[in-house]
C-alpha cells in the first residue's frame, strides 16, 4: 500500500506561517505531479497547489502570494510553504500523487487559523 507521509500542521495565530512536507515513496514520486489539497468543515475538497515533475507550479487563486508549493527530488518531498495566513485557510490539507491512471492520497494534516 503506497503511503504519503504528511507533517507540519497545527495551530497558528492569523498572519502567522507553517510548512506543510509530505514524503512520498521514490517510485512514485519520480512520476508523480505533486500537489495539496484542502478540506474546510462542510465544505468540499479543494485544489490549494500543484507541481509537475518539471517544477510547473499552479495555485487556486485563494492562496496565490502567499502560498508555496516546490518539490525536493532527492528527497521524495513535496512541501507547501504557507505566510500570511488566515482563519478561511483552516482546514484538513491532503497530500497527492497524481501518476497516468492512478491517485494517490495522504491521510491529511489539521491547519487551524486563529483569528
Known amino acids: 500500500q503506497v503511503q504519503l507521509v504528511e507533517s507540519g500542521g497545527g495551530l497558528v495565530q492569523a498572519g502567522g506561517s507553517l510548512r506543510l512536507s509530505c514524503a512520498a515513496p521514490?517510485?512514485?514520486?519520480?512520476?508523480?505531479?505533486m500537489g495539496w489539497y484542502r478540506q474546510a468543515p462542510g465544505k468540499q475538497r479543494e485544489l490549494v497547489a500543484t507541481?509537475?515533475?518539471?517544477?510547473?507550479?499552479n495555485y487556486a487563486d485563494s492562496v496565490k502570494g502567499r502560498f508555496t508549493i516546490s518539490r525536493d527530488n532527492a528527497k521524495n518531498t513535496v512541501y507547501l510553504q504557507m505566510n500570511s495566513l488566515k482563519p478561511e485557510d483552516t482546514a484538513v490539507y491532503y497530500c497527492?500523487?497524481?501518476?497516468?491512471?492512478?491517485?494517490?492520497w495522504g491521510q491529511g494534516t489539521q491547519v487551524t487559523v486563529s483569528s
Open positions: 521514490g517510485s512514485i514520486f519520480s512520476f508523480a505531479a
Open positions: 497527492n500523487a497524481d501518476v497516468p491512471g492512478y491517485s494517490y
Open positions: 507541481i509537475t515533475r518539471g517544477g510547473s507550479t
